[in-house]
């Protein structure tokens, strides 16, 4: 595979990319206009733009691979996170447009005073973008190291996280967006392109396509990857099915780069307009990674994309002692259940290299190199403002401090997350980045979801109940995160791969009761206000 052709065309889309962030740096010298880019984009433009944040590395890479080993278990995550637009349309983007200002933060801060309801919103903001961003900067390493082995996982980061803070640094909102929206136009091209390959290949026949899923060759024999139960089997199949749904229907809804984008519209009307485009866009998008990851299961075949490890020992023992990876395997079968491996990341470039030689790999590879840096500009940003914004010029400085503290603290955060991103993605870079992203959605729906939607719908709930929820649902899942087979392989304690269905469930439990111990006057009275501004717009930031 030649690589030259790769380096032309991300290093043009860099160059593109660079010129609109320079021409932005010149209008992002407020904090309006570095988080919000002064609300100037219109609905359509949000929703293509809400559509390149959501369309990451994760659904390009992670899904298409995960449908390629498992078929139609592996499009669960896809069907998930396109459902998820659903909550996202009728419970909180008009809502959180109306009586937010820059973060989500200000959503629960403005029903709740107080500067704890602000602090834990913000720390549960930065650890959801940090686990993200994680999952976009391991996907880049996979990539580039299978298109320059010599360069190495860790170097990859290391460039895609530069790259992305200069983004950030330097353009702010109006530059990200449009980032993002280039982007998105570029994902939904190669996913339809090579969807209509992947048909073409078959005769335009979409029975033949299917006849090949439903007899694909997997390690001598044939595999029906359009039934269910490839990943979700066993006694805990269901259960690891419905957490992972859970987490990825209701964690969109609290996801606070997600969020983020409906402050950079200049209404509510255009909050819903931008999600009704992105469920379109996304809705397209999610169609063709069936016919991508089908089509690299078929075409390239799993063999060659990676291989099946289980869960137990062999995770951690298979990379100690390669040679006896076969004799292992074949003991632990029976016991154990597939587990994403690194190179399932590899499925796309591989198909497009199959399909349409080195010219169309480069193009591919470039498109999700891309992806990651425009993703990870959007996670970085919204770090940013969570600790400039919140924790910085709402705690630390109590709403004083001029334009030019502000922009350098939020720069600053920009650099220190982008830096903790690279560490830690360098350790956790054998994971599928699908995989990864999901464990991120578990967190936002424990911690941020139930808080959320309690301080629109309930008079009663209080401060005490909002700190409390979202310090349950952020330690639990994050607790039942490190004891799960992701982490601890055979030692787990927890059974699941995905908190979601325990640790959402906690988070909503903690903020009852937390409500109930701990009443709130104040927050009560501020209740009436709050429906006021959510449902009619009256007093929201224009």
């Not at 990539?143 to 990859?156: I, K, M, Q, T």
């Not at 840096?373 to 914004?389: D, E, I, K, Q």
């Not at 464990?439 to 700190?467: D, E, K, Q, Y």
Request: glycine residues 12%; positive net charge; contains cysteine.
């Amino acid at each position: 595979m030649r690589t030259q052709e790769t380096l032309v065309i991300f290093t043009i889309f860099v160059a593109i990319t660079l010129v609109v962030t320079g021409w932005a740096s010149g209008q992002s010298t407020t904090r309006r206009g570095f988080y919000t880019a002064d609300r100037r984009f219109g609905g359509l433009q949000n929703g293509w733009a809400i559509a390149g944040e959501y369309l990451s590395v994760a659904s390009f890479l992670g899904v298409t691979g995960l449908v390629a080993f498992y078929g139609f278990d592996g499009f669960m995550y896809a069907a998930g996170w396109f459902v998820a637009y659903l909550a996202v349309l009728f419970l909180v983007a008009e809502p959180l447009r109306n009586t937010g200002k820059y973060t989500m933060a200000d959503l629960v801060s403005f029903r709740l005073r107080g500067r704890g309801v602000r602090a834990v919103a913000a720390i549960s903001t930065l650890t959801i973008v940090i686990l993200a961003l994680i999952a976009e900067m391991v996907g880049g390493g996979a990539l580039v190291n299978l298109l320059y082995p010599r360069f190495g996982d860790e170097a990859a980061i290391i460039a895609a996280g530069v790259l992305m803070m200069i983004y950030v640094l330097y353009g702010g909102m109006l530059a990200t967006t449009w980032v993002q929206i280039i982007k998105a136009g570029l994902l939904l091209i190669t996913g339809i392109g090579l969807s209509l390959l992947v048909i073409a290949h078959f005769g335009f026949s979409l029975t033949g396509f299917l006849q090949a899923a439903a007899t694909a060759p997997v390690g001598g024999a044939r595999t029906n990857l359009l039934q269910p139960g490839l990943l979700f089997h066993g006694p805990l199949g269901a259960w690891n099915l419905a957490s992972l749904g859970l987490a990825l229907v209701l964690g969109t809804a609290g996801l606070p780069q997600i969020l983020m984008r409906f402050f950079t519209v200049p209404s509510a009307r255009e909050a819903r307009t931008s999600v009704a485009w992105a469920m379109v866009l996304i809705g397209v998008f999610y169609i063709t990674t069936s016919f991508m990851g089908l089509g690299a299961a078929t075409i390239v075949g799993q063999e060659h994309i990676g291989r099946r490890m289980f869960a137990g020992q062999a995770i951690s023992y298979i990379a100690r002692h390669p040679a006896e990876e076969v004799q292992l395997n074949g003991q632990l079968r029976h016991n154990g259940y597939i587990v994403p491996t690194p190179n399932s990341n590899l499925a796309t470039p591989l198909l497009a290299a199959s399909l349409g030689g080195s010219l169309l790999t480069a193009f591919v590879a470039a498109v999700a190199l891309a992806t990651i840096l425009a993703v990870v500009a959007g996670l970085t940003l919204t770090a940013s403002s969570a600790f400039a914004h919140d924790i910085w010029f709402s705690l630390v400085r109590n709403g004083s401090g001029d334009e030019a503290e502000h922009l350098f603290v939020a720069r600053a955060t920009a650099v220190a997350a982008g830096t903790l991103a690279i560490l830690l993605s360098t350790v956790l870079r054998n994971f599928n980045v699908a995989f990864l992203v999901g464990l991120a959605f578990a967190v936002a729906a424990s911690a941020n979801v139930p808080v959320i939607l309690l301080a629109l719908s309930w008079r009663r709930f209080s401060r005490g109940g909002a700190i409390a929820g979202m310090l349950c649902g952020l330690v639990s899942s994050l607790a039942l995160i490190a004891i799960s087979p992701v982490f601890m392989a055979s030692r787990a304690i927890f059974p699941l791969d995905n908190p979601g269905i325990v640790s959402i469930p906690i988070g909503l439990i903690g903020a009852v009761v937390g409500t109930l111990l701990l009443r709130d006057r104040d927050s009560e009275q501020m209740f009436d206000q709050l429906q006021v501004r959510a449902n009619t717009g009256l007093g929201a930031e224009v």
